[in-house]
């Protein structure tokens, strides 16, 4: 059985460290081509026809991507400035209904994402002709991600990898 956690755990982190580099490499690309498409209006008077296009699609994925990331890292306000009102007793019957909704929010994303997915792939975008649907298959994938990270909360497994990102918000 440990070895079946091991193998889940080991996986988890390696589809967190692919998510990761997904995520930095769009915010990579995106500064590059935004910073292409400026210097070439202003220089030589010419933009790329698909700089916008792929440009708003990279910054979905990452805006959307970076939900399930804040969901494991546990960065979202509800949920400090909801739960540290009451005792520690309620506490946990409250971080389990906080866990449940999560859940339920990454089902949704699955379910209506999947369904908005597959009824944009008959259109195309306009520079690219690529299906619309490449911009909305990442709410499935995040949903797919919430509810992961959602599980793992409420069986106890701590999800947080990077322990003190929020060591300066309270000042």
């Given amino acids: 059985m440990i070895r079946i956690w091991r193998t889940i755990r080991a996986a ?15 915010l990579a690309a995106m500064t590059l081509i935004v910073t292409m498409q400026v210097v070439t209006r202003k220089l030589f008077n ?9 440009t708003l699609l990279l910054l979905i994925w990452f805006a959307i991507l970076g939900i ?4 494991r890292e546990k960065l979202h306000l509800s949920m400090d400035a909801f739960t540290n009102r009451f ?15 999560t859940f339920m929010f990454g089902i949704y994303l699955v379910v209506y994402g999947w ?16 299906p619309v649907s490449v911009m909305y298959v990442v709410m499935p994938i995040t949903g797919v991600m919430v509810c992961f990270y959602a599980l793992l909360d409420l069986i106890g ?7 003190h990102l929020d060591e300066g918000a309270g000042e």
């Avoid at 988890?12 to 769009?26: K, N, Q, S, Y």
Wanted: with cysteine; proline share 2%; charged share 15%.
């Fill in 68 to 71: 399930a990331i804040g969901f």
């Fill in 115 to 130: 369904d908005f997915t597959v009824m944009m792939h008959a259109n195309t975008l306009s520079a690219t002709e690529w």
């Fill in 87 to 101: 005792p520690a007793s309620w506490n946990k019957v409250l971080d389990k209904i906080i866990g449940s909704c």
């Fill in 157 to 163: 497994v701590n999800t947080v990898r990077y322990q």
């Fill in 46 to 54: 010419f933009v790329f026809f698909w700089s916008e296009e792929v």
């Fill in 12 to 26: 988890a982190l390696m589809i967190d460290r692919i998510v990761e580099g997904f995520a930095v490499w769009a």
